[in-house]
Every structure is written in structure tokens, then in C-alpha cells.
């Protein structure tokens, strides 16, 4: 999602979800945190490199 600069809505629909929040619970039962938080962190870690 970071390096297409694609929203979690998308994501989902690109690997096959055709419900968004499950996307997001499956995601965050992965990851441990939902997907926009994940985004958002790995935008700001970006934006503090350069």
C-alpha cells in the first residue's frame, strides 16, 4: 500500500476482498493494527528520512 501509494480500500479489492472491513479485521489480526495506522506510520517514518 506504501510503495503504490493505494488507500486500504483498493488494496483490499486488489487481492480478491469484496468486503472492505473484513479486509481491515483480517489485516489487523495479521498485522496486530489496522492498515490506515500502519500507513500512516510508514509515511511519517518516510517523510522523517528525507
Do not use: E, H
Amino acid at each position: 500500500m506504501l510503495s503504490s501509494s493505494i488507500d486500504a480500500t483498493t488494496a483490499s479489492r486488489l487481492v480478491g476482498y469484496l468486503s472492505v472491513s473484513q479486509f481491515n479485521r483480517d489485516y489487523s489480526r495479521f498485522f496486530g493494527c489496522p492498515p490506515t495506522r500502519d500507513i500512516t506510520r510508514w509515511r511519517q517514518d518516510q517523510q522523517q528520512l528525507k
